[in-house]
């Protein structure tokens, strides 16, 4: 799986930002093993958003000194930022743990 997972590099790019292409172009491994596939990137992501979201907030109130809501505002737009590379490396992992190689 040393092949590009998305066809387009750029996570923020506006067009075809979670496309990817049918198998890896180096080894053949097949990218969409059954339909909907995907669907179970989202438990990757699950446990990564929780850790994320618990670090921001100790970031944003114990160390930046912000209060509990504007922490929460802050971690929340944060997330929002990050949703894009979260749910590309959630997939990679995702189709890691039931690649054939
Ligand atoms: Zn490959």
């Known amino acids: 799986m040393e092949g590009d997972l998305f066809l387009n590099k750029n996570p923020y790019s506006s067009k075809g930002m979670f496309d990817m292409p049918a198998r890896c172009p180096v080894c053949g491994q097949d990218f969409q093993i059954e339909p909907g596939f995907y669907l179970g990137a989202m438990w990757v992501s699950y446990p990564i958003v929780i850790a994320l979201i618990i670090a921001f907030i100790a970031l944003a109130h114990f160390v930046m000194g912000l209060h509990m809501l504007a922490s929460f ?29």
């Open 73 to 101: 505002l802050f971690a929340t737009v944060l997330l929002i930022l990050l949703c894009p590379p979260l749910i590309r490396y959630s997939r990679a992992i995702y189709l890691n743990i039931f690649a054939e190689v």
